[in-house]
């Protein structure tokens, strides 16, 4: 998923000005004839990854006495379809679980998608960011890898997968050119943040231009596209059954390839990924670098994917032992050094300082006084979240929605963990999800906090963009977080807010304001993955079965006693 800032001019002119590694002429489509038979996903694969169906391991899981949300999702055991791959969803003509009509936003939204969709030698590849073209020097006319991912879940969802095949095969081909920035060359594994399909009527070619960070605001390379990559793989292969596609040797290649560059050894001494400002949804200086939620979240939901589809080749089993090593110590670090609830706030704040030697409890030697004031009234008694950041005398106590979300979906959240992440956000909706679901994060930095973090960013202002604006896309998230911890009705109402305006607002990228009640200043309209996280939203809540596509149920051998040292 993305936000779009970079400067791309549509005239040819400033298309010939593009590093010529970066463009693939003439692209040489891969062999379809070489894959073989779809086969049948074997879902009972053995091992500690084994994923069962939702019906067999319960959508949600809660320490509580069974509420009237868990009993809906026993009903949903009666299912014995799920994911096949001959029925096609109802969402193109929507009927509610619960009675209700169609809503009339749902096929506004289905057109709207369709329309956004990019063809290249008559083959959809992807979607457009969106369809607002109001200044042609910003890049919204592009393929963004991180934004397809909804509308790819809604294709899937809808049984079109072949969109998300040509995009998966079209963003590896991409992935295997020489990519140089200012005579620098990244590594082999980068994904693209972004492709566009440029038409020549004279020659009657076409062309594919892909942008690895030399073109965004910041001249930052994603991380996050490879990880979105993976997972977008596996959704895939959940969705369709289909393994061929995952077992080609280019994908098995393209995935050693991304994993080579984030498992690789160096002088950090956490299993947590050090990146960039700007690398992330975030791409511009927000103070997120260092070890960001989200792309520690992605990272462990991406290596749990790459486990599923990796073969047991002598080249995959290496990685498959990498992966496990790396899990391990990953899933140990975040529950315990980023998990943040009432009794670790109050740990905090008596913490001491100074501490050397492995029985240190303050082992990142953070400093007391450095606890935001907000935090003690943001915390609930009943409720927990991932901190934004954590590195040596440094937690970034910031809320932010998309790491959580991708934590409970990808099990990284142990089920306690889970329910206390649900909790906060019911128990502190106003502040969170307010008149326009969801805030990309809480609180909002401002004054001279805001001048030094964004280095006076007129579009990140307070309350407005990423420094704590609010994004319809991310309604897909928390409404697939909603349904794995069996809390519905949450979802449903966030769903019910988003219909209230956002189609009579043009589906904006995103809102401003406390409560997210002003279109954003700078937003686009028509916002491609607003539209598709509606959609997904919707389908989701619909039928709940669609969670598996994105969701990865708990794995019991990575559930460590939570212990933050041998002195507790």
């Not at 200012?182 to 440029?198: I, N, T, Y």
């Not at 007129?458 to 704590?468: A, I, L």
């Not at 449903?492 to 995103?510: F, V």
């Not at 969701?551 to 933050?564: A, G, I, M, N």
Request: aromatic letters at 10%.
């Amino acid at each position: 998923m993305s936000t779009h800032s970079g400067d791309v001019s549509n005239n040819d002119a400033s298309i010939r000005n593009i590093d010529s590694c970066s463009t693939v002429t003439e692209l040489d489509d891969i062999d379809f004839s070489r894959l073989p038979r779809p086969r049948n996903l074997n879902i009972e694969r053995q091992g500690s990854y084994d994923e069962k169906s939702l019906t067999e391991t319960q959508l949600g899981f809660s320490p509580h006495p069974p509420s009237r949300a868990e009993n809906f999702f026993r009903a949903l055991e009666h299912f014995d379809c799920i994911f096949s791959p001959s029925k096609r969803s109802e969402f193109t003509t929507p009927r509610s679980p619960f009675g209700q009509g169609p809503h009339p936003m749902v096929a506004e939204a289905w057109d709207s998608l369709r329309r956004t969709l990019v063809h290249f030698r008559g083959q959809p590849v992807g979607t457009i960011a969106a369809l607002d073209n109001s200044d042609e020097k910003l890049n919204y006319d592009q393929v963004f890898v991180r934004d397809f991912v909804p509308s790819a879940l809604a294709f899937l969802m809808n049984r079109e997968p072949e969109i998300v095949k040509n995009f998966l095969l079209k963003t590896l081909r991409l992935q295997s050119w020489e990519k140089k920035i200012d005579r620098f060359q990244l590594g082999e594994g980068v994904m693209p943040a972004s492709f566009k399909v440029l038409h020549d009527p004279v020659r009657n070619t076409e062309t594919l231009i892909a942008d690895f960070g030399e073109s965004a605001i910041g001249r930052v390379a994603p991380i996050d596209s490879g990880f979105w990559w993976i997972i977008l793989l596996r959704a895939y292969t959940k969705s369709t059954g289909d393994t061929s596609l995952s077992e080609l040797p280019e994908c098995q290649k393209g995935m050693r390839l991304i994993l080579s560059l984030c498992l690789s050894e160096g002088f950090d001494t956490f299993p947590t990924l050090l990146c960039a400002d700007g690398c992330s949804m975030i791409d511009r200086r927000m103070g997120v670098y260092g070890y960001p939620i989200e792309i520690q979240a992605l990272f462990f939901m991406a290596l749990r994917c790459a486990l599923l589809l990796l073969k047991h080749d002598a080249e995959g089993k290496e990685f498959v032992e990498r992966i496990v090593k790396r899990l391990h110590a990953l899933s140990y670090h975040m529950r315990n050094y980023f998990w943040l609830d009432l009794k670790q706030l109050n740990d905090i704040y008596r913490y001491k300082t100074e501490e050397y030697s492995h029985t240190a409890v303050n082992k990142f030697n953070v400093m007391p006084d450095s606890l935001p004031e907000w935090v003690f009234d943001f915390m609930p008694v009943s409720g927990g979240y991932f901190l934004g950041n954590v590195g040596p005398s440094n937690m970034d106590f910031r809320w932010f929605c998309l790491g959580n979300c991708i934590a409970i979906l990808s099990s990284l959240a142990t089920p306690e963990q889970a329910t206390k992440i649900m909790d906060l956000i019911d128990s502190r909706w106003h502040e969170l999800v307010g008149e326009m679901p969801l805030k990309v994060c809480y609180p909002a930095i401002e004054g001279h906090e805001w001048r030094i973090v964004t280095g006076c960013d007129p579009k990140n202002t307070r309350w407005s963009y990423h420094n704590g604006g609010s994004w319809p896309v991310l309604l897909w998230l928390l409404t697939a977080a909603c349904i794995k911890t069996g809390r519905p009705q949450i979802a449903r109402r966030a769903i019910e807010l988003a219909e209230q305006r956002l189609s009579k607002d043009g589906w904006p990228e995103y809102y401003d304001g406390k409560l997210g009640r002003f279109i954003g200043k700078q937003a686009r309209k028509h916002q491609t993955w607003s539209i598709a996280g509606y959609l997904v939203a919707k389908m989701m809540l619909e039928d709940p079965s669609h969670l598996g596509m994105i969701s990865l149920e708990e794995d019991k051998q990575l559930k460590p006693v939570l212990k933050r040292s041998a002195s507790f």
